[in-house]
């Protein structure tokens, strides 16, 4: 019988990130939220990985021959799924002010060499924040060749999501994406941890026929959609909701990410048709949005997600930041009936999944389910000592308190350090090939 205990603190990361994943796994010592139906209280439990399955979930199992990995004082949760992501532009992270006009022009001299490395560093930045599934809206495939950049990165990557095939960033608004390498895309895709979707620019940002026909075609496919709307005042006063409404192109498969400044009644129609609403409270701040109408999208009885959308100035994909910053917002329009921190748990796991549509299991911890959990420290999170454990994960804890990730049975991050990806030397290349492309605009 081949045991072998390793305490967490102890790991050696560089054999750790060359060793082969055991064919079983068994954590122990860890406190367990599984997240099945909902917010569930920390249970001490253990957890058999096989493959890239979970095998059983239980107090004090016994699996001989198994890997064993003590992560004792550590709490367990499935991993966090990030709702939206705007991935191709990680290594743009930390532009100034003027970043959007800034990203427009660069956007034209964007390689696929570019967006392979961005994908690449927003996949690292994600795992390192506890993040094991993602959904790209890729909303700069300037060609087939950056649409395939992108699909490989995440491949590469391990990182569990789906890609949604989208339009170049610079492209006509009365121009359709390219809607023959999207029926090459889907006619060759490789079924595996990445889905295929499809990024379209939504009501607020084409032209009505534009719309039809990109939704139309997807919808042919079978793909789930997803586009931002009512983010601006401006664009709230649109009501472009209403006349999708009236025209049957809402749905579950249609995925609305914003609607930041709409007004009741179009959250009302949304919720109606049974179209998920995904909120990005960090690039809603960037972009003078306003923060999210938590109170207004929960009385609407919306489907709610979370997701990081564009990676902030400091170049974190930390969904602990959006899992506060929505709280915070719901303080502010709830008052009293404020949401719990369970709740927004659930939107960044469980609930958050079901929105997007994500694989059956992603967002919980159940036997049968994907192997994709993170083990976070709460160490020092709780001064008072009265803190439950909903508040210290979404009001309290950060990036640096995520200590252990796994996704799809691979351990991704041990000690508190990436496994995989060495993520200063990335960030690093990510410079150099910004240099590139500014020094190409300026040429």
Do not use: C
């Amino acid at each position: 019988m081949f045991l072998r205990t390793a305490a967490i603190a102890g790991m050696l990361i560089p054999a750790l990130a060359n060793a082969q994943t055991p064919q079983r796994t068994l954590l122990t010592g860890a406190e367990v939220i599984t997240m099945e139906g909902g917010w569930t209280n920390p249970v001490r439990l253990d957890i058999l990985i096989k493959g890239d399955r979970i095998a059983a979930i239980a107090p004090e199992l016994k699996a001989e021959g198994a890997e064993v990995i003590d992560l004792s004082g550590l709490l367990i949760t499935p991993g966090l799924v990030d709702g939206h992501s705007h991935m191709w532009n990680a290594i743009a992270r930390g532009l100034s002010d003027d970043s959007a006009e800034t990203m427009d022009a660069l956007a034209e001299v964007w390689t696929p060499e570019a967006s392979a490395l961005s994908v690449e560093l927003a996949a690292a930045l994600a795992v390192n924040s506890g993040i094991t599934w993602v959904n790209n809206w890729a909303d700069n495939v300037v060609s087939p060749e950056h649409a395939d950049a992108e699909v490989g990165a995440m491949r590469d990557s391990g990182l569990g999501g789906r890609f949604n095939y989208g339009f170049p960033h610079a492209g006509s608004h009365d121009k359709p994406m390219d809607l023959d390498d999207l029926r090459d895309t889907v006619s060759t895709w490789e079924h595996g941890p990445v889905g295929l979707g499809v990024a379209l620019r939504g009501p607020d940002s084409s032209t009505p026929e534009v719309l039809q026909k990109e939704l139309s075609e997807a919808r042919g496919y079978g793909l789930p959609v997803s586009f931002h709307m009512g983010g601006s005042q401006g664009a709230a006063e649109l009501h472009n909701v209403q006349a999708m409404s009236e025209q049957g192109m809402l749905g579950a498969d249609v995925q609305v990410v914003h609607m930041t400044s709409a007004p009741a009644e179009d959250l009302a129609l949304l919720a109606e048709a049974g179209s998920p609403l995904i909120v990005a409270p960090t690039t809603e701040a960037a972009m003078d949005f306003g923060a999210p109408d938590i109170g207004a999208m929960r009385e609407a009885g919306l489907n709610m997600g979370v997701g990081v959308g564009t990676s902030g100035p400091e170049g974190a994909a930390d969904m602990f930041t959006v899992m506060r910053l929505v709280a915070e917002a719901a303080d502010e329009t709830m008052g009293d009936e404020a949401i719990n921190g369970a709740t927004v748990f659930d939107w960044a796991t469980r609930a958050g999944a079901l929105a997007v549509q994500a694989p059956d299991g992603v967002g919980t911890l159940v036997k049968g389910g994907p192997a994709d959990l993170i083990a976070i420290s709460t160490e020092g999170l709780d001064e008072t000592g009265k803190l439950p454990p909903d508040i210290e994960l979404t009001r309290k804890a950060g990036p640096e308190n995520v200590r252990f990730v796994m996704i799809g049975g691979e351990i991704h991050k041990a000690d508190g350090a990436l496994t995989k990806v060495d993520l200063e030397a990335l960030a690093n290349e990510a410079a150099e090939m910004m240099n590139e492309l500014q020094e190409k605009l300026g040429g």
